[in-house]
């Protein structure tokens, strides 16, 4: 009690101590911001008037005026499905009885949709290639009891994939899956047989997935209504009985302080039994014992209560024994939450994982036998983040851990047998765990891990061999896309390293009408053979013979598509990721643009590859005006000039914002465009080398002339539009905006939703060449490409799907 | 839904856009990139209104649920995009010593430069209770961090910064 009136006094000192630290936002952003989005909120009002007139029923989009991705056929779609799936839920509660949890028949899963074709406004569009990837990076990996399947999980949803064939996934379910606490919110696990996995997803609760026929099964969801409101039940802990034939998982009321535990049998679907914890008990996790018979239950970190079935059955369960955790768990260490429950093959011991140690407690008894300190990394992070699963051999007299390392142990003595050193988490540790996931087969021969890059392995644990990898999701959020000059290839840039693809017999992309990656493009560059920490930057040569990557570090590698060999060009040895902010350099790769920051300042500097010589272009220290340098920063196509945005720096430093151009033999400031005082976005020079063409924030695409420093284009946005993206085509003769619109009156060419896309100009005539409006939607902040002449156009669609179209 | 629309948007911009903006502030250390995620998150809000449910939970919490989406495609996002330290600003109009201010503004960079330091998950946990003043309950729900976890491990990282804080001051 008095850590915790400790922790609450301190709080309420610490609330000054931050105070001073907070700011107040500029009263102009705070306008400009209000003012922005109150006309969106008066074209969310003309949306709502018009919906109205035109549905009178009282139902209709009125979410789907409101956003963009919402449609009014689909959302009565859902309604007819809502209805269907009422009748069916008051048909099996009445034909159910003693059913306390609802548990919703199998359902089968909606049809794909077709692609809707596009028609085009002037331009004609084809889709030719879709290519699943960016799906982000893989978090946890679980892998069948029957060892058939491997579920990939993360962020992006779930990949059913059959553990032979890692390049097709069987199912994908667009449920985001985070770990929050292991032992209680298991996110996935298969049932024994794996025939079924089950999925706690936070917002729909509890459900089951039918792994063979791809469908959903039950769904172990309740509702609690209270005072009108609704509310779904967010916290469950669950297990499958290893004979297949129960599931147990907690049932609890928000408002009321007694969880409860129902079982369930997966053949009829019928409830089998509940049992009434005592008051107050706080469901830590549960674990059936190895002959199904029993279920241990965590209770907070307080006791663990042992239920018994009678004659198979869980009907009036009964507590038949409580371990008392009070001499166990430290409770000066107020972290030492219980993380891990598994019984021993025999069943005789049951396990416990807590912060950095496992204890083992006599079921006869209830007496803890042995101790093991199963983790010693001593990082000190959150410990009920780590994955700490324990798995027995089938003799029970070794146990495998996994944490922040895989280790073994001799389950009589506490010995740790062996570290699987091959599977080393990295030099970040611990750290790095918290985004890895390890699993065996059954017969522990096989081992599927996440790789630090983000790539799925399976190795052989004993020698390491890696017998298979996957890497259609090892694709992270990628952030920049890129053809190459000779248009045969595509770049990649992404949170997990950099891809090239190139079609599979060296053809054009538009020779290949298959919707299959795997048939059409390959990597290049297989996924883990060469990595980036960060890579934030690449190009290719122009010849499009190499590609040059850089990292934060302010290192430089040219790599040959060729040979696939790497050449180090320049190495800044920066111990710190962050002081590198930005790096670029001129097509050929003899220069390289580095800003460093020192205290206080930053040094904007072009470092000459070859010779090693350094030029200085900036060096300003921040207390003079805000500095703000914005990206982009770019060479011009001939390789003489460098230019860089800079923010509107107010109020001291005024000569600062604006574009500076510098010589790049010299190191002279050349010019400064003054522009715009928006923030730009993304800039490029023409290709020859007289104009920079530049976006901002608020979507007004401007080209500055070099040599009179005045704006000859600007293309304002329209319609609150929010193109912040930029790409010209190689030749220079096409140029692509991207381009947002919000949501339309009904009644407008569009029906009521934005616009989101690509317009298209001629940078010669600055004439509007049409507008691209892809069926499936692209986010505005979404990187994209074009193509040398402006033929094909890529970028990533909103379902994080890779798209290639052809511009005719 | 249809509650949704009796919600006074005007007076929950100026009420709770400092407080997002507070958070990015404490998040990413730099006012300029602040400004930049808080407008994004407000447009993304704005657009989706209709998304707004009353009865599962306050605009804030919905608010920070975008702004911490926000934060986290930001920073998976293209680095370069992250701005240098810019410094603290002077408020226009503020009328105290020189002095006091250029103290402020070393104050702040020591502060960032502490908060900096503290690993993620840390730092967001400051960030929502100190940027956006978020109560303990709040910030558990976003998280998925237990209340009294919140607690904790607030109670810790206070303690740490607190005692760096004092340690840099003096020397």
């Not at chain 1, 992006?156 to 929050?180: K, Q």
């Not at chain 1, 005082?677 to 020079?685: C, L, V, Y």
């Not at chain 1, 608020?698 to 040599?707: A, D, P, Q, V």
Request: with cysteine.
């Amino acid at each position: 009690m008095n850590d915790q009136r400790d922790i609450n006094e301190t709080n309420d000192l610490d609330t000054a101590f931050f105070a001073q630290f907070q700011q107040t936002p500029r009263s102009e952003f705070a306008q400009s911001l209000h003012e922005t989005i109150k006309q969106e909120a008066k074209q969310v009002e003309q949306i709502l008037n018009a919906e109205k007139t035109e549905d009178a029923t009282g139902f209709n989009g009125i979410k789907s005026g409101l956003n963009p991705n919402h449609r009014p056929r689909e959302m009565r779609l859902t309604l007819a499905a809502a209805i269907l799936a009422l009748i069916a839920l008051l048909v099996l509660l009445l034909l159910t009885p003693r059913n306390n949890s609802t548990i919703v028949a199998p359902e089968t899963t909606a049809e794909p949709q077709p692609h809707p074709t596009h028609d085009g406004t002037t331009l004609n569009y084809n889709r030719r290639i879709e290519i699943e990837a960016g799906k982000g990076p893989v978090t946890q990996v679980y892998w069948s009891p029957d060892g058939q399947t491997l579920a990939l999980a993360g962020e992006f949803g779930i990949a059913l994939y059959a553990a032979d064939d890692l390049m097709t996934p069987l199912a994908e379910l667009p449920i985001p899956i985070r770990v929050i606490q292991p032992l209680k919110h298991l996110p996935l696990q298969f049932s024994p047989d794996g025939s079924l996995l089950a999925i706690y997803d936070p917002a729909q609760g509890l459900f089951l997935w039918d792994v063979r026929r791809n469908v959903r099964s039950y769904t172990l969801t309740f509702e609690v209504k209270r005072d009108s409101v609704t509310i779904t039940n967010a916290s469950v802990a669950y297990d499958f009985s290893p004979d297949g034939r129960f599931i147990a998982f907690e049932r609890s009321d928000l408002f009321s302080s007694t969880p409860y535990i129902d079982f369930v049998d997966l053949q009829t679907g019928h409830s089998v039994g509940t049992f009434t914890p005592p008051p107050y008990s706080w469901i830590g996790g549960m674990k059936f014992s190895p002959d199904s018979q029993q279920l241990a239950v965590l209770n907070g970190n307080r006791s663990v209560m042992m239920l018994k079935s009678t004659d198979g059955l869980w009907t009036d369960s009964q507590a038949v024994r409580v371990i008392s955790l009070e001499a166990v768990i430290d409770w000066e260490q107020r972290s030492d939450f219980v993380t891990g429950l598994a019984f021993t093959p025999a069943g005789d011991r049951l396990a416990l994982w807590f912060g950095r140690n496992i204890a083992f407690f006599d079921l006869d008894n209830g007496s803890e036998v042995l101790r093991i300190a199963a983790i010693d990394n001593p990082i000190s992070i959150p410990r009920d983040r780590f994955p700490t699963e324990m798995i027995f051999s089938a003799d029970g007299k070794r146990l495998t851990t996994l944490s922040d390392r895989v280790r073994e142990w001799d389950t009589q003595t506490g010995e740790r047998l062996r570290e699987f050193t091959e599977l080393s988490m990295g030099r970040y540790g611990a750290v790095l765990v918290l985004q890895l996931a390890v699993a065996f087969n059954p017969d522990f021969s096989q081992i599927a891990y996440i790789t630090p890059e983000h790539v799925v392995q399976i190795r052989d644990p004993q020698t390491g061999e890696i017998l298979a990898q996957q890497d259609a999701y090892t694709l992270g959020e990628i952030h920049d896309l890129q053809f190459s000059p000779d248009g045969s290839r595509l770049l990649s840039v992404d949170t997990g390293g950099v891809h090239i693809w190139k079609s599979r017999d060296g053809g054009q992309f538009e020779q290949h009408l298959s919707s299959d990656l795997s048939n059409v493009m390959r990597p290049l560059i297989p996924p883990g053979t060469f990595y980036w920490e960060n890579p934030f930057n690449a190009a290719f040569s122009p010849d499009s013979t190499a590609v040059t990557v850089a990292n934060e570090r302010g290192q430089m590698q040219r790599i040959s598509l060729t040979d696939q060999t790497s050449e180090p060009l320049l190495d800044l040895a920066l111990p710190d990721p962050d002081a590198v902010s930005l790096i670029a350099w001129k097509p050929e790769n003899s220069l390289a643009l580095v800003r460093t920051e020192k205290p206080n300042a930053f040094v904007l500097q072009l470092h000459h590859v070859e010779t090693g010589e350094v030029l200085t272009l900036r060096e300003m220290g921040a207390v003079h005006g805000e500095t703000r340098v914005r990206t982009p920063e770019i060479f011009s196509p001939d390789g003489r000039l460098v230019a860089v945005a800079f923010k509107r720096s107010e109020p001291i430093d005024e000569l600062v914002w604006g574009i500076h151009v510098w010589d790049t033999a010299t190191g002279e400031l050349i010019t400064t465009l003054p522009g715009t005082q928006d923030n730009i976005r993304e800039m490029a020079f023409t290709p020859d080398n007289q104009t920079i063409i530049t976006t901002n924030f608020y979507g007004t695409t401007r080209f500055h002339n070099l040599k009179t420093g005045l704006i000859d284009l600007t293309i304002p946005y329209a319609n609150m539009t929010q193109g912040m993206g930029l790409r010209m085509s190689g030749d220079g003769r096409v140029l692509a905006l991207q381009i947002a619109e919000y949501p339309q009156p009904v009644g407008s060419p569009t029906g009521g939703r934005g616009v989101y896309g690509f317009d298209l100009y001629d940078t010669r005539s600055g004439a509007k060449l049409g507008r691209f409006v892809p069926s499936d939607g692209v986010d505005p902040f979404s990187p994209f490409a074009l193509n040398h002449d402006g033929s094909m156009l890529a970028f990533l669609n909103q379902s994080r799907q890779l798209e290639l179209w052809s511009v005719q | 839904m249809g509650e949704a629309h009796e919600i006074d948007w005007d007076a929950a911009y100026w009420e709770t856009m400092p407080r997002i903006y507070n958070y990015f502030c404490f998040r990413v250390g730099n006012h300029a990139l602040a400004e930049d995620l808080t407008a994004v998150t407000f447009v993304k809000a704005w657009r989706a209104q209709a998304d707004f449910d009353p009865t599962r939970g306050a605009i804030m919490a919905w608010l920070m649920g975008i702004a911490r989406n926000v934060a986290a495609d930001h920073f998976r996002a293209k680095h370069p995009t992250v701005a240098l330290d810019d410094g603290v600003r002077l408020p226009i109009g503020d009328m105290r010593p020189v002095e006091e201010a250029l103290q402020r503004s070393a104050d702040y960079e020591q502060f960032m430069a502490l908060m900096a330091e503290l690993p993620a998950r840390e730092r967001e946990i400051v960030a929502l209770k100190y940027g956006a003043e978020l109560t303990n309950r709040a910030i558990a729900i976003l998280t998925g961090v237990s209340e009294s976890n919140v607690g904790t491990l607030l109670h810790r990282v206070v303690r740490r910064l607190r005692a760096a804080w004092e340690v840099q001051s003096h020397e």
